[in-house]
C-alpha cells in the first residue's frame, strides 16, 4: 500500500484519516490512498512567493534552462521506476514513452529553447523597437517580466508525468514558483516524480510543492499574480473558472478541456494510395494508445463516403489484431482505462452514441493476464455514423476511452464542416498528398481547431503524429476545448510573465533591456573590437572607422567579377530613367564588401567566424565618388558554449553627409576570456 503524501511549505505530509483509496486500473485492488490531510494553503502559497519566486528571478534565463537540462538528465536515468509504477494506471510499456519519456523530452526542449532563445538575462525582449517620435529620442519597447506570484497547476489523470512536466518547465523557466496537484486516481506516479525532481537537490526551497488530494482553500488565496493553470472535463475548468476569487483578483486561468477532435481522410487519399494506409495507421493508433485516454484522441473519423467501407473494413482489421490485458505483459497492446469508475463512464457513453450509430467493431476477448477480472478493460469500439448531418451526440458526447466514430461526407467542405461541429478541438487533422486541400481546411477550419495537423507520404516517416503535443507548437484549441494555450515554445513561457510596454529615451531601453538601441550613448572602443574576446565586448562599445571612396571602377570590376550586370549599375541612361536612381549606382552588396573591409581586423584574434547578416536595409544610393564610412555597435551578446558565444553588432553605412546609406545587424562567433 503506497501513501501518497503532499510536499507542502518544505516538508512531505501524508495521508489523513479521510484519505481517499486509489485502485489499480489492472486488478482493481487498492493498491494506494492519498489526500484527506489538511494542508496549510496560505503557508503553501507564502513558502512559493516568499521563498521559490525570489531565488527563481535572481537567475537569468540561461540559469533557469540549465537547472532544467539538469532535472531532465536526472529523471531520464531513474525513469525506468517512474515506468514501474505507471503500469498500474493502465499504460503499457508504448505508453509510457508518451506520458513519462514525453514529459522528459519536454524539459529538454525548453532547455533547448531557453538557451538559444532567451537571453541570459531576467528581462525578455518583446518585438522591435518603436520610434514614438520624429527624432527617435523617445522609443517604446514591450518587455516580459515575471509574475511575483505562483503557478497553481491541477492536471488531468491520463498524463501523470508529462501533465505536470509541461507546465512546470516553462513555469519554471520564466521564473515563477508551481504548486502541483495531480489528479488523484494516478497521483502516486506524480508524487515518485515530484520526489525525483526534490531529491536532486537542485531546485531552491519554494520552487515546486505538490497537493495529494484537493486544494482545499487554497483558490481563496490567491492574488493577481499567480496562475491557475488546468486540464480535465469541462465541467470541472467551469467551477474552477467561475470562483468567486479567481474572478474578483483577475486570477490568471488557463483551460485545457474537452476535445472532440476529427481526422479527415483526404478526398484523394483513395484505397491503395499511402495515404489511405498512413490513415488507417494513426486512427488505430490514437484509438488505442493510452486507451484512447488521450485529450487530443481521435473521436470523430471522416471520409469520403466513396471510401467508408474500405476503412470500416481496414480499420476493423487492424483493431482485431490489438491485444488487450495486463500491460506488463509482452504481448499485450493496449492496457486497462484508469479506474472502474472510468470504464463505466465511457461504457454509458457509448450506449449514448449508440442512439445514433451503428457498431463496426467492438471485440469480447477477455482480457490477458492473471488476476484481472476486475481490472477497468474497455474492447477497442469503432462505430459507424452514416448521417453525420442529422446526428448531435456524435459531435457533443466525448467517451473518453478506445471509442471512436466513422463518418461519411460529400465533398472537402462537408468534411470541414462536420469537423467544425465539435464546438472547438485541441487538434483536427487531415491526410492528404494534395497540398490545395490543406490550404482549404486551414482557411475553413483553423479558427476551430488549436492545431492543424497534415500527412502524406512525404512527411510519414518523421511526422510525429496526430495526438502528439510538441512542445515547440501552441496545445490549446478554443470553445469546448477550453480557449486557452500551453506549450508554444516560447509563448508557453510568456504565459507566466507580465508584458510590460516601456517608454523612454533610447539610453532607458538600453539599461532596460541589456541590448544596446540606435540612439543609446557609444563608448569608442580603445582596442580595435575584433581584437576584444567575448565577455570584454558591452553592449554600446563601438568603432568608427576611416572612409574609403567608391569609384567607377569598383563597380565596373565588382560587376564583371560577381557576374551582377543590372542595368542600375552599368548603364547610365537606363539607370536615369528608374524613379529611384540618379544615375549609375553601387551594388548594395559591394557596399556590404567594402564596410566588411572597413571594419574587419584581419590578423588571427578572438573573432571565429561571421554567421550571418539580420534586417538588412539599403537606404541611399550611392553613386561612383561617394566617400563611405562605418559606425560599428555591440548590439547584444548571447552565450552559446562553454568556448565562444555569439556577439549581435549594429552597423551603419553612411556618407560624407552622414546621412545612412545602408544598416544590418552583423552576427560572430567570438572566442570566450576563459577558452
Known sequence: MLDVSSFAAGRWIGPGADARPIESAITGAQIARAGGAPLDSAAMLAYARDRGGPALRQMSFHDRARLLKAL????????????????????????????????????????????????????????AVEQLSRDGSFLGQHVWTPLRGVAVHVNAYNFPVWGMLEKFAPALLAGVPSIVKPATATSYVTEACVRMILEAGLLPEGALQMVAGGLGNMLDHLGPQDAVTFTGSAETALKLRSHGELLRAGVRFTAEQDSLNASILGPDAAPGTPEFDLFVKEAH?????????????????LAPATHLDALTEALSARLAKTTVGDPRQADVRMGALVSGAQKADVLAKVETLRSETALAFGSVTQPLGKGVAGGAFVAPTLLRCDDPDAARAVHGVEAFGPVSTLMPYRDLDHAVAIANRGGGSLVASVITHDPEVARRVVEVAGAWHGRLYFNDRDAMAESTGHGAPMPHMVHGGPGRAGGGEELGGIRGVTHFMQRTAVQGSPAHLAAVTGRWVPGAPRTPAKTHPFRLRYDDLTPGLSLTTDAREVTLEDLETFAHFTGDTFYAHMDEAAARRNPFFPGRVAHGYLLLSFAAGLFVEPAEGPVLANTGLDALRFLKPVVPGTRIRVELTVMARHPRVPEYGEVRWHARVLDAENAEVATYELLTMVAR???
Open 673 to 675: 576570456a576563459d577558452a
Open 285 to 301: 493508433r490514437e484509438m488505442t494508445t493510452k486507451a484512447g485516454q488521450k485529450c487530443t484522441a481521435i473521436r470523430r473519423i
Open 72 to 127: 531532465a538528465l536526472y529523471l531520464q536515468d531513474r525513469r525506468e521506476a517512474l515506468y514501474e509504477l505507471s503500469y498500474d494506471t493502465g499504460a503499457t510499456a508504448k505508453d509510457h514513452l508518451f506520458d513519462i519519456d514525453g514529459g522528459i523530452g519536454t524539459m529538454f526542449v525548453y532547455a533547448s529553447k531557453g538557451r538559444r532563445e532567451m537571453p541570459d538575462d531576467t528581462v525578455l525582449v518583446d518585438g
